[in-house]
């Protein structure tokens, strides 16, 4: 085995290495934990219930917004 074929075989095995810890950080990082509200009714709203209220605002057109005021 010449230097060329060490060097390709090592670059190699590294980047192997590399992505086998890459991958066992990553399955870790995107476990979920436990879920806290699992006990909370699914019909009631927050923080009797799951049901957490939003309310978002959009014009029907930023033009109509803009000539209200």
Do not use: H, W
Not at 11 to 30: H, K, P, Y
């Amino acid at each position: 085995m010449n230097c060329r074929n060490t060097a390709i075989t090592l670059s190699l095995l590294t980047a192997f290495f590399g992505i086998a810890v890459i991958s066992a950080a990553a399955e870790g990082f995107f476990s979920t934990g436990q879920d806290r509200g699992a006990g909370l009714a699914a019909d009631k709203v927050y923080p009797a219930g799951r049901i957490f209220p939003y309310t978002g605002f959009s014009p029907k057109s930023v033009k109509s917004l803009s000539t209200n005021n």
